[in-house]
């Protein structure tokens, strides 16, 4: 395999595995691992140091992702491989933070960063069916799950996107189902927490 591709994924690995949840967290004097569900996502960031910081580390999050991509997109582009390998690294690298004993966050919002850049006008169409599901059912990660759905439908959908991003969108869009395989239990229980109730 070309060596520029390897070190392309592993430097966004790498990158992607910086947690910023858990960093403000202990900043904070809390351990993120004994909060909520535990997750190093900014979910769980907004549960224990409030809303706000909550948000601040879902852009940090999504900077993640998209900086080394757009990065990668510039100086390589005549290659979008290399872009669509350093997004992959740093999705996975959240997921499974090399630094952070390989349990990290469910990669919604670094997702999101990666592929605002790859292809911003199909993901920004497949934030409206993130958007419309959080804001009728109060439930993050029904918006998570129909952002999984919608963002290849929109890849593949959208005129001009290139066959790389297409095929990372959907393996990461389903690869967020598995990530959510504790909430997806949760909703069929009926017990998943909504954003609108207070614990």
Known sequence: MNTTYILSAVSGYLIGSISFALLLAKLRGINLREVGSGNLGATNAGRALGKKLGVVVYWLDMLKGAVPV????????????????????????????LYFKFSGGKGVATLSGILLILAPLPTLIAGVAFASSVFLSGMMSLGSLA?????????????????????????????LYITHRSNIMRLLRGEELSLRKKK
């Not at 872009?83 to 996975?92: D, F, K, P, T």
């Not at 952002?147 to 969108?169: H, Q, R």
């Open 70 to 97: 757009l990065i990668a997109k510039l100086v390589f582009a005549n290659d979008i491989n290399i872009a669509v390998l350093v997004g992959a690294g740093a999705y996975l690298g959240h997921i499974l933070p």
């Open 147 to 175: 952002l999984g759905v919608a963002l290849p439908l929109s890849m593949f959908n959208y005129p001009g996107v290139e066959d790389p991003i297409k095929y990372f969108s959907l393996f990461a869009g389903l690869f």
